[in-house]
């Protein structure tokens, strides 16, 4: 008989407030036909899937963003392992984003929950005919079928995280048992692992309620479960990663051997364009949401119609510990905005004009936070600006409570506010609920812009979306100006997701997918130097926070050293 691995260990986090208990602890012990038999045995299981879901707010070393990887952000703490990504000291043995084994051990679960589904004992219901019996039968029938579908948009999605770090990789869809020959396991060539993904959204999409309000069987309680909006949604990014750069430009690997690891085959790059535009398109016409709300509040939510998929945490204090000004009570730093990431929000000159920051410029010089797109002061703390409970203005002027020479205050000169909750107290332990936001519908609409701006340059529809983003409560910001090139609308496109998307993980992709990554990650990341004249009037110079380090091969990560140790046949990625 084969021997399985069982770990079914899942200290669950709160994915959500729905009563099926996503926010369940579950461990167990007892034995492999004893769950595949139970009911509720089997949706613990898929709970425990859900919970390798990432966590951005805490992600390397349970403190780092992988903001600070990119030019978004310096973490404070000079030891934390995200500053091997800025250093150019990470390696197939040594990455700070080790998540290889993290990700195949959620897909085994899920290969492992697709067999269990199909050995649960429903008979208890099925037999009795009493119509309550007959009913819950049905009901559990029904949760079954849409579990199947959830696991393997988790699957899915697991792929698509490996698939962004790697490019192709082991299409593994069946459970290996310790009898199995791991030696012979292979890469799929990109194209393949694109496709699979690509069709299991397809297939999630056809099976599962639209959104949470719809679900057929516990209606307007189903929040943080998969829908079919969200694997509508992951296509839409699977599709725009595959139509971008990175994985149609093989040649920037040297001469790889395997080019068919790391890029598509050579095709009409245009249809890649359209046919992601057109699963961009998908979502927004499944379950269109024209209007936008509060842009602040939307981080310290779970419960909003602007998020499509979102791993909800257990309530904590943690986030705020690691994030806040070094001048508060147990305030850490953490993760401090670069000048690079301030600089990139517009300054708005009236209600139809908003131009770049210029530096050169002495009233922007002088008065640098004056003016600019909303969504910088809701996602940065700057200097003078209110923080905090007990709240106070943030002294980020040299000699200031919340600056150096303080040991590990701000090296760049503004702390992080984005999902921070201000209202915490945290000398009295006042603990909130975090979620990390995996998809909202920004991204889709400005996925529909950026392919579509590649395959029909000029399209109204183009300018359209990125304004519907511009124009969200409480932003305001003017409307693109009319008749930009495609050249010119590219470069809004790419600033908009920029700064919309601040410290939510998109910008360490982007820029390797856009394949600008050599110019601008091996830049020399910079901050602010704050001087006090007076209570009210500083003055303000942007300077070097230190050098970073890019070169090509760090497009995509290494193939972990232990798993090719492990299996002759996987090939390592190009210079590594």
Known sequence: MKRYIQILTAVMLVITTACQDLDREFVTSIGKNEIEQSFTNVQAMLTSIYADLPDGTVYIGGAAMMASASDESEFTTENNAVQAFNSGSWNAINNPDPVWGTYYRGIRKVNQFLLSTGDINLDPWKLDPSPSAQAVYKTNLAAINRWK????????????????????????????????????????????????I?????????????????????????????????????????????????????????????????A???????????????????????????????????????????????????????????????????????????????????VKVDAATAVK??????????????????????????????FGTPQ?????????????????????????????IESLNLLNGNTGVHSWIIIRYPEIYLNYAEALNESEPGNAEIKKYVDMVRARTGVAMPPLPAGLSQTEMRERIRNERR????????????????????????????????????????????????????????YLYPIPQGEISISNALIQNPMW
Not at 209 to 237: C, E, I, M
Not at 241 to 248: G, I, K, Q, T
Not at 357 to 385: C, E, H, K, Q
């Open 149 to 196: 579908y959830e696991a393997r948009f988790l699957r899915a999605f697991f792929y698509f995280e490996l698939v962004k770090r790697y490019g192709g990789v082991p299409l593994i869809n069946n459970v290996f048992t310790l009898e199995d020959d791991y030696t012979k396991v292979s890469r799929n060539s990109l194209d393949e692992c694109i496709r699979f």
């Open 198 to 262: 690509a069709s299991e959204c397809d297939s999630a999409a056809s099976q599962l309620p639209l959104n949470g309000s719809t679900a057929p069987y516990v209606a307007g309680t189903d929040l943080g479960r998969v829908t079919k909006v969200a694997a509508l949604a992951l296509k839409s990014r699977v599709l725009l990663y595959a139509a971008s750069d990175l994985f149609n430009t093989p040649g920037w690997a040297g001469g790889y051997s395997k080019p068919e690891l790391i």
């Open 264 to 346: 598509l085959p050579a095709g009409d790059r245009k249809a890649r364009w359209k046919a992601a535009a057109d699963a961009a398109k998908a979502v927004i016409d499944a379950d269109a949401l024209p209007n936008l709300g509060n842009y602040k509040s939307l981080f310290n939510t779970f419960n909003n119609n602007e998020i499509i998929f979102t791993r909800r945490n257990g309530a904590s204090n943690q986030f705020e510990k690691n994030n806040s000004p070094i001048g508060f009570n147990l305030g850490l730093s953490g993760n401090t905005p670069s000048q690079d990431l301030v600089d990139a929000y517009e």
């Open 357 to 386: 920051f210029n530096w050169s410029d002495p009233a922007m010089a002088a008065n640098p936070y004056a003016n600019r797109d909303p969504r910088l002061g809701m996602s940065i703390v700057t200097n003078n600006s209110t």
């Open 392 to 420: 106070r203005k943030v002294q980020l002027w040299t000699g200031g409570l919340d600056a150096r020479p303080i040991v590990n205050a701000s090296r760049t000169g503004y702390y992080l506010r984005k999902y921070q």
């Open 499 to 554: 700064v919309e998307f601040a410290f939510e993980d998109h910008r360490f992709w982007d820029v390797r997918r856009w394949m600008i990554a050599e110019n601008v990650l091996a830049q020399p990341l910079r901050g602010v130097t704050v001087n006090r004249v007076n209570d009210s009037t500083f003055t303000y110079k942007a300077v070097k926070v230190e050098d970073r380090v890019f070169t090509s091969r760090m």
